[in-house]
């Protein structure tokens, strides 16, 4: 008796250690392909929407009015582009949009020194009118 009770009790237990492990697999796949959200960390399929979101939040002088994103359909989501509409302080004209589009070279930037660098030349380049200073 005590036999068959610890047969069934290691079963049960390997079931439930196989669910779980199933059960991880397959929420830490939805996260990634986005459907779970976005949780604002820089990697998955947000990463680089919340990286650039990131350093857009530590430029002082920048206020980001709205972002937009533009993805494929499910089953399998992909980002294709994604694009910001920014004030800059010391700036009278209107909102400036900063894109990331799919294939270029800043949809593929990890360094955000360099992010920050290709913002102010977008934004410089959008308005010749933008404050002396660095935003």
Not at 93 to 122: D, H
Request: no cysteine; charged share 20%.
């Amino acid at each position: 008796m005590k036999r068959i009770l610890k047969g069934i009790l290691l079963t049960i237990g390997g079931i439930l250690a196989a669910l779980t492990v199933l059960s991880t697999i397959g929420l830490l796949h939805l996260w990634y392909i986005g459907d779970l959200g976005n949780w604002g960390l820089e990697l998955g399929h947000y990463g680089q929407y919340n990286r650039v979101r990131h350093v857009l939040d530590a430029m002082p002088n920048v206020h980001m009015v709205s972002g937009e994103l533009s993805q494929s359909a499910p089953p399998k989501p992909v980002m294709h582009e994604f694009a910001f509409w920014l004030t800059v302080e010391g700036y009278d004209g209107p909102a400036l949009r900063i894109e990331f589009k799919k294939g270029s070279p800043q949809m593929n930037m990890r360094n955000k020194t360099q992010i920050r660098t290709f913002i102010l030349e977008q934004l410089k380049a959008g308005s010749n009118r933008l404050p002396a200073t660095d935003p």
